[in-house]
């Protein structure tokens, strides 16, 4: 299945203090992964590999429209950019990897971008509390929510789960 990312650009620069002059390639190559670390563990496999083909075949609607625009796109926006901002005084090129410096600013120091990262990823979870509590209260609307296949990644709650008995 092709990448499929549940945020574009403007749905980050509208709700992040991200600017809109900087390089989307910069940040935008941790939305992916956001989905399949950090969201997976919200919602499962099997609802995320659903809510992939929705919107890959243009048929999201309903409650997973809701779930995908009220729920999903602040979780992925906001914990995206807290993790980018680690990253994004540096740059990793054929020579090495490099700090950059602007002649016109001041440089954040580690512990200005690890509170700031930290602010950021506290209110992409507090969206994905939200979105848990969205999907407990709606638990008969989100069939694949429940569902569970050898490999998935178990959803928030289920880490319980095991293939084998002694």
Same mark, same amino acid.
């Given at each position: 299945?092709?990448?499929v990312?549940?945020? =574009?650009?403007?749905?980050?620069t509208?709700? +992040?203090?991200?600017? !809109?002059?900087?390089?989307?390639? *910069? /940040?935008?190559?941790? $939305?992916y992964?956001?989905q399949?670390?950090?969201?997976?563990?919200?919602?499962g =496999?099997?609802?995320?590999?659903?809510?992939? +083909?929705?919107i890959? !075949?243009?048929?999201?609607?309903? *409650? /997973?429209?809701?779930? $995908?625009?009220?729920?999903?796109?602040?979780?992925v926006?906001?914990?995206?950019?807290?993790e980018?901002?680690?990253?994004?005084?540096?740059?990793?090129?054929?020579?090495?990897?490099?700090?950059?410096?602007?002649?016109?600013?001041?440089?954040?120091?580690?512990?200005?971008v690890?509170a700031?990262?930290?602010?950021l990823?506290?209110?992409?979870?507090?969206?994905?509390?939200r979105?848990?509590?969205?999907?407990?209260?709606?638990v008969?609307?989100?069939?694949?929510?429940?569902?569970?296949?050898?490999?998935?990644?178990?959803k928030?709650?289920d880490?319980?789960?095991?293939?084998?008995?002694?």
């Amino acid at each position: 299945m092709a990448r499929v990312l549940f945020v =574009t650009r403007e749905d980050i620069t509208s709700r +992040t203090p991200i600017g !809109g002059n900087v390089d989307s390639d *910069k /940040y935008m190559s941790f $939305v992916y992964d956001v989905q399949e670390i950090h969201l997976q563990s919200i919602i499962g =496999t099997q609802l995320l590999e659903k809510l992939y +083909t929705d919107i890959t !075949g243009s048929t999201l609607t309903g *409650k /997973y429209e809701t779930l $995908v625009n009220t729920y999903i796109k602040p979780f992925v926006s906001f914990y995206a950019v807290g993790e980018y901002m680690a990253f994004a005084n540096f740059s990793i090129n054929n020579g090495g990897v490099y700090a950059h410096e602007s002649e016109n600013s001041v440089a954040a120091t580690r512990a200005d971008v690890n509170a700031l990262s930290q602010q950021l990823i506290d209110k992409a979870e507090h969206w994905g509390r939200r979105m848990y509590d969205y999907l407990s209260a709606n638990v008969s609307d989100f069939p694949e929510w429940n569902e569970y296949q050898t490999g998935d990644m178990p959803k928030y709650g289920d880490s319980t789960r095991v293939s084998w008995v002694l």
